[in-house]
């Protein structure tokens, strides 16, 4: 079952703070987040395990409530490279089988 | 660059017609992965190869199907095209066959069915 993002689109001024949020309704094992640009490849932000584990880059910050299912991922003090569509994907078990994202928040970071 | 390559990067075709998407995973990656992204559809999972072997099936129609090749590249081939077939296809891998690890994504084939 699909993830769901909110809100479904965000616009800043550089420097100013955003906050986004990916429900399930399942338990999950892990969430990642990835961050795409138009018309080209997702990349990847940061992994959020069941019990607290975290992989990803230092300038990333983000977490994890198991008891809700909630992720939520903190752009912090935005730049204009921030600007682009954040999927949030959630794995529900260990088997590395497949993500399932969610539908997208929008983020434009104006100057 | 993630190190997954992709061809071709773009693809024009017309209703009814076959044709084959490849992907080389990062060196020493066995796992692959197929994503769909349409417009209306989101980024969907289409299918897993682990080492040569299918690992897991997501929403992929009965009209396509994929390979895993000994040298660990994979085709993804879609027949009888139609026009929602449309759509961005990206070719992802991954080092382990376990979860929690992060999926490389490649710059993706760019399917037009006219």
């Known amino acids: 079952q699909q993830p769901v993002q909110s809100p479904q689109a965000v616009i800043l001024r550089e420097g100013e703070d955003a906050v986004i949020n990916c429900s399930s309704s399942?338990?999950?094992?892990?969430v990642h987040w990835y961050r795409q640009k138009h018309g080209e490849a997702p990349v990847f932000l940061m992994i959020?395990?069941?019990?607290?584990e975290q992989k990803g880059h230092d300038k990333i910050s983000a977490s994890f409530n198991e008891k809700k299912q909630q992720s939520s991922l903190y752009l912090t003090a935005s730049q204009l490279s921030y600007s682009g569509t954040y999927f949030c994907g959630t794995e529900r078990t260990a088997a590395g089988n497949k993500l399932t994202f969610g539908g997208g928040t929008r983020v434009l970071v104006k100057p | 660059d993630s190190g997954v390559t992709q061809t071709p990067k773009h693809l024009i075709t017309a209703t009814g017609q076959r044709v084959t998407l490849r992907c080389s995973p990062r060196s020493g990656d066995l796992s692959v992965y197929w994503y769909q992204q349409s417009l209306d559809q989101g980024l969907q999972f289409l299918i897993q190869?682990?080492?040569?072997?299918?690992?897991a099936k997501g929403n992929i129609l009965e009209r396509f199907s994929a390979q895993q090749f000994p040298d660990l590249h994979s085709e993804l081939n879609l027949s009888s095209l139609e026009l929602g077939d449309s759509a961005l296809y990206f070719c992802?891998?991954?080092?382990?066959?376990?979860?929690?690890?992060?999926?490389?994504f490649g710059p993706g084939t760019r399917l037009t069915v006219l």
């Open positions: 399942k338990a999950l094992y892990s």
């Open positions: 959020l395990l069941k019990g607290g």
């Open positions: 190869y682990y080492n040569g072997e299918e690992r």
């Open positions: 992802a891998s991954s080092p382990l066959i376990s979860g929690g690890n992060e999926q490389f």
